[in-house]
């Protein structure tokens, strides 16, 4: 049997687990110190997370009354649990019956981050049950009961109101969402508000679940459909990025590359323009020495959108890293890396007129060196195309440099 949830009050109001360290901040909340120690030292927050009061003191109180009262409970409910292993049935099916009750009594319950975990725990791959749940109604449920939790949250109400949005997002996450109905409901501002709310201030666990639904609803969408008019895909944009620059989760970071691509794939011009003012290139650039395969690819192709408008291609001049951290990636992390990476300084050098620091940065980070090997082992012909071009079109200008290799210039000349 299962041990019994524990009561609210000794779940921290961060990571909304059991608190093994309760400690009091100078606003009377109670927080488990590795939880609190991480908002104010890690991530430089100068506020309380549950009252979002400016604190004046970073003083941390051992709550020890509440860690003893925690650990009686513990020592009860692991007896209660190893002593009784039928006194409350485990859920395997969500009986068809009883679904309209439960959807009624999760509206009604002023306890529904257990009814919702609950919820979920009963439908988690279970495909009847999650079909079930959409025919009576449980989209739209999971909607108002989102609504009004944010509405409470944003309204100063108690901290547990946004942790009841993240785990109706959670429930809303095990649904497969893949037929036009479904995508629809999800579509609404009841749920989409919510959804990117999580994805905006949520927990770790909470921001993938939002991100699993939005991937979802893309997918079902399909690339003829935009799923993003009913969302402020700037501040979307700006959340993500946060989540790129922070690197705390590698999941994290994997799934918010996803979403930048999916967004930046469905936007042109002003959209694209705003991603940069909000710092996307320099996030984008500072990512790429430590990335792996994967990750270095995303990050290419994003740069390399980006790079299509003129606000993204004077980030990239004005970014002292970016031509050398590029440049990096030819030759080095995969063919589609080299090429991307050609595409991106081809933008930037070729289809305008460049900044002079960009052709000096293309020369001393051994960038035209690898163009020209490019034009040997590289299948591709319009990356050899737009190698071949860099080099003739800007070639005089880096033989002015002592420190131009001799070995390299009669390539140029040939090219030439």
């Not at 109180?61 to 049935?89: F, M």
């Not at 944010?150 to 996450?173: H, I, K, N, P, Q």
């Not at 990025?241 to 999916?262: I, T, Y």
């Not at 002015?400 to 290799?405: A, R, T």
């Amino acid at each position: 049997m299962a041990m019994e949830e524990p009561p609210q009050l000794f779940l921290c109001p961060i990571s909304m687990e059991l608190m093994e360290d309760p400690v009091t901040v100078s606003t009377g909340v109670t927080y488990d110190r590795r939880s609190i120690e991480r908002w104010f030292f890690k991530y430089g927050k100068t506020t309380c997370p549950a009252t979002m009061q400016r604190l004046n003191s970073f003083d941390l109180t051992p709550n020890h009354t509440l860690k003893r009262v925690i650990s009686t409970w513990l020592d009860r409910a692991s007896s209660s649990s190893s002593s009784s292993s039928s006194s409350t049935p485990l859920c395997n099916k969500l009986a068809r019956e009883k679904l309209p009750s439960v959807l009624a009594g999760i509206e009604a319950t002023p306890f529904k981050v257990t009814a919702l975990k609950n919820l979920r725990r009963c439908m988690d791959e279970d495909v009847a049950a999650q079909e079930d749940f959409v025919a009576y109604g449980g989209i739209q449920v999971l909607g108002r009961v989102m609504t009004q939790a944010l509405v409470e949250s944003c309204a100063g109400g108690d901290f547990s109101a946004f942790r009841t949005c993240e785990e109706a997002g959670a429930v809303l996450a095990t649904l497969p969402l893949s037929d036009d109905a479904s995508v629809e409901l999800v579509l609404k501002p009841e749920c989409m508000k919510p959804v990117v709310a999580v994805v905006q201030r949520g927990s770790a666990e909470s921001r993938l679940h939002a991100m699993a639904i939005l991937a979802k609803i893309s997918s079902a969408s399909g690339a003829e459909r935009d799923w993003t008019p009913g969302v402020d895909v700037d501040d979307l944009v700006k959340s993500l990025l946060e989540l790129l620059s922070d690197g705390a989760s590698a999941k994290l970071s994997s799934r918010a590359l996803d979403m930048l691509l999916d967004v930046t794939a469905r936007s042109r011009g002003a959209r694209r323009a705003k991603a940069v003012e909000v710092g996307a290139v320099c996030v984008l650039v500072e990512l790429l020495p430590d990335a792996d395969r994967r990750v270095a690819e995303r990050a290419l192709l994003l740069l390399k959108r980006l790079c299509k408008c003129p606000e993204g291609r004077l980030a990239f001049a004005e970014h002292a890293l970016a031509v050398s951290a590029v440049a990096r990636t030819m030759l080095r992390v995969s063919v589609l890396a080299s090429r991307l990476a050609v595409s991106v300084l081809w933008l930037v050098a070729c289809a305008v007129t460049p900044a002079e620091r960009v052709l000096d940065g293309m020369l001393m980070s051994g960038c035209v060196g690898k163009l020209l090997a490019l034009l040997q082992v590289e299948n591709s012909a319009s990356t050899k195309e737009k190698a071949a071009k860099l080099l003739r079109v800007h070639g005089a200008f880096w033989r002015q440099y002592p420190c131009f290799p001799t070995d390299l210039r009669d390539y140029l000349k040939f090219l030439n």
